[in-house]
């Protein structure tokens, strides 16, 4: 529909968006991309590892998750805070 995107028109499009936003937003927006990958690659991490753990260990030994605290950076404790696992009610 739209083809292939060509350096003139990527460049038009690099050129609006700092129009929009400004160049003073721009940091602060590519900075809190960051954070939300780094906070998305972490969790996929941990629930892989969760569903990893979950099918080797068995059923009837299970204990409460144990409560952990997602971090945005390194040293960012004002984006800190504690998570609950959600429990999976449909499994009996």
Same mark, same amino acid.
């Given at each position: 529909?739209?083809?292939? $995107? ?5 460049? @038009?499009?690099?050129?609006?968006? /700092? *129009?929009?936003?400004? +160049? !003073?937003? $721009? ?5 809190? @991309?960051?954070?939300?990958?780094? /906070? *998305?690659?972490?969790? +996929? !991490? ?47």
């Amino acid at each position: 529909m739209f083809g292939r $995107l060509g350096a003139p028109e990527i460049i @038009l499009i690099l050129v609006v968006i /700092i *129009l929009l936003f400004g +160049a !003073k937003k $721009l940091p602060d927006m590519a900075r809190s @991309l960051g954070k939300s990958a780094r /906070i *998305l690659k972490s969790e +996929a !991490k941990a629930m892989k590892e969760e569903g990893n753990s979950s099918q080797q260990a068995p059923a009837s030994n299970e204990q409460p998750p144990a409560q952990r605290t997602i971090k945005a950076a390194p040293g960012d404790v004002t984006s800190s805070r504690p998570v609950n696992e959600p429990t999976d009610s449909t499994q009996r």
